[in-house]
């Protein structure tokens, strides 16, 4: 899906959009994504992680120094919360991909109906014009890998007992 938004000057910014729904509760999913740290957990691909400076995974400003496919990412969160469950972050250096004023928001919501979760990752950007389409179509293809990713890694771990 790409949605046109613009910035406050009015020039054209991309949207990449992926939204899925899980079978396991809403907190279940959170508590894999919440660490910034916890890429290496649930994102396959990615090797060694730290957050720098000594900061928590929980910590707005930490920065994400994660190896993906033998390239170094840095990240930074910029907006994290438990009880809306998500969290916002930024590229603190040169993006993997050609694109500029990057965010992007992870988002789990709880679907009362079945007890599951529905999950939307999406980022805002701008780039070359004559990109835009390549780029968004790119990034929505990653989010929808990683979250079928975190699905695996969530099948993989053992159900609950009920009480």
């Not at 000057?9 to 729904?21: E, M, Q, W």
């Not at 170094?72 to 009880?83: K, T």
């Not at 529905?118 to 979250?147: K, N, Q, S």
Request: glycine share 6%; net charge negative.
């Amino acid at each position: 899906m790409m949605a046109i938004r613009h910035d406050i000057r009015g020039a054209p910014v991309a949207k990449a959009y992926y939204s899925t729904v899980f079978e396991q509760p809403a907190g279940e999913v959170w508590k894999i994504i919440r660490d910034f740290n916890n890429y290496p957990v649930w994102v396959q691909g990615a090797g060694a992680s730290q957050i720098e400076d000594g900061k928590s995974g929980d910590t707005v400003g930490a920065v994400r120094n994660v190896l993906y496919r033998g390239r170094r990412i840095r990240q930074r969160l910029l907006a994290q919360s438990d009880v809306e469950r998500f969290q916002t972050y930024e590229f603190v250096d040169t993006p993997t991909l050609p694109v500029t004023d990057f965010s992007a928001i992870l988002r789990v919501t709880p679907v009362i109906d079945g007890d599951r979760a529905f999950i939307e990752w999406w980022a805002v950007f701008d780039c070359d014009p004559t990109r835009r389409v390549e780029l968004t179509r790119t990034l929505t293809g990653w989010f929808e890998t990683w979250l079928e990713s975190l699905r695996d890694e969530i099948a993989l771990r053992p159900v609950p007992a009920e009480i």
